[in-house]
């Protein structure tokens, strides 16, 4: 075998076997397979793409490719979203689950986003551990039924090589390439039930609903063909979810959420969520997990889990610190909000420090954008419509103003949860 015969059978539109992948994905983590010669096959794969049986092949042999997490857990739920602006859904989601019963133990990113991932922003409360051992986690997860820790072990380290190499070549959005990287790392780490949030629109990695169903329809079919139970849930990531997109202040929000103050979108897609995940994992209806999940979003369980989480891995709320700056902007037309651009509002939010350009870039957690109104909303002349929270890089009003459109005509509030694919 050799990459150049590969390189050419993929160009003829020809199905490799499972050992040729696998020869491929060895050589190029030993350094046999150099990058241009990945680079052309990603390219390839990108636009041809893989077959059904191809990506689950390479989903396996990525996985394989380094450790498997086994806690001795059984039944572990999991969930990944596929990330968005205000993105702050596992916060709130986690403790709310892990109050039913079910147990999680999660791994999460630092991000390469727009705001920082769910462990930069975790870190905004002060004292939180984000790494423990493997016992630690283990006994963490018995006892207090949740653990959330940053990236442990060498877990899918084929995915952490081609990842890199895709982001420097294009190929990051190949559907084939989404599937089979997200896939081994969840299956990787060790979870029964698997939720994956897949967002769509213009502050997500997926603009649009074909491809998104795509993509959905793989990561299921690969999950269940390593017996897993698996939902894809397709939500609208055209508006930032919820109000805040920072570090700290989406901790606040996502506290806020479990003690039934949150924003309506993020409140609603923590109990679809949540119940799917509780409905997998403890085998009841979707119908009787809802119930569950409001029932402990309103009597105080999913916050008591949280502060137990929380307090477990030495974390203190009490002080959690915003920007002491602030500037707040308000709106120069009249009209409902007929758009807010998370992808520009993400942006911005970055140029304020609360993300990263590179990943040795460091993040200031207490700076952010808060919306004021969303999608919908009836706006009057010099209403408020965000404030900003700045140390020291700001944005101009006119960059904010620029990210809100206006119509005469109503709007509808866009529908967060657009289909559920199982
Ligand atoms: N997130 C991943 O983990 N992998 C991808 O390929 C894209 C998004």
């Known amino acids: 075998m050799n990459i150049l015969d590969l390189i050419d059978k ?11 992948l696998k020869y491929i994905v060895d050589n190029y983590l030993n350094g046999t397979i150099k990058d241009y010669q990945m680079s052309a096959f990603l390219t390839e794969i990108d636009i041809l ?16 490719s380094g450790e498997i997490l086994n806690l001795g857990i059984d039944n572990l739920a999991d969930k990944h979203s596929t ?26 990113g630092r991000g390469l986003g ?69 896939m081994s790392k969840k299956l990787a780490s060790g979870a029964k039930n698997i939720v994956i949030d897949l967002k769509i629109g213009s502050g997500a990695l997926v603009e649009n609903l074909e491809e998104a169903k795509t993509l959905a329809n793989l990561m299921v079919k690969i ?36 003690k039934g103050k949150g924003p309506e979108d993020l409140t609603n897609l923590v109990i679809k969520l949540g119940a799917i995940m509780a409905s997998m994992s403890l085998n009841i209806t979707l119908d009787k997990a809802l119930e569950k999940t409001k029932e402990n979003l309103s009597n105080g369980k999913a916050y008591q889990k949280f502060q137990e989480w929380i307090k477990a891995q030495g974390g203190d709320i009490k002080n959690i610190q ?14 409902y909000i007929k758009s807010i651009n998370a992808l520009e509002i993400g942006k911005l939010a970055r140029k304020l420090g609360a993300g990263r350009l590179s990943k040795d870039d460091k993040i200031d957690l207490t700076v952010g954008i808060i919306l004021k109104h969303k999608v919908g909303d009836y706006i009057k002349k010099n209403d408020e419509l965000a404030t900003i929270f700045y140390n020291e890089k700001q944005i101009t009003e006119k960059q904010l103003l620029s990210c809100f459109t206006f119509t005469e005509e109503k709007v509808e509030k866009p529908k967060l949860i657009i289909d559920i694919i199982k």
């Open 10 to 20: 993929k160009e003829k539109g020809e199905k490799l076997t499972k050992e040729q």
């Open 49 to 64: 793409g893989l077959s059904e049986e191809e990506t689950i092949n390479l989903t396996d042999i990525m996985l394989h």
């Open 83 to 108: 990330g968005g602006v205000g993105d702050k859904t596992t916060i709130a989601l986690a403790p709310l689950v892990a109050s039913l019963n079910v147990k999680i133990a999660k791994m999460s």
């Open 114 to 182: 727009h705001t920082g991932g769910t462990i930069d922003k975790l870190e905004s409360i002060q004292g939180f551990k984000t790494s423990m051992s493997l016992d630690e986690f283990k006994n963490q997860v018995n006892e207090v039924g949740l653990a959330l820790v940053g990236q442990m072990g060498n877990l899918v380290p084929a995915d952490k090589k081609i990842y890199a190499l895709r982001d420097v070549t294009g190929t990051v959005d190949s559907i084939d390439l989404i599937a089979s990287s997200i």
């Open 223 to 258: 999950g269940k063909a390593n017996n897993k139970n698996i939902a894809c849930v397709l939500t609208n990531m055209d508006e930032p979810l919820g109000y805040a997109v920072g570090n700290s202040i989406e901790v606040i929000e996502a506290i806020d959420t479990l």
């Open 322 to 335: 915003i920007a002491k700056n602030s500037q707040t902007i308000t709106s120069k037309k009249e009209g």
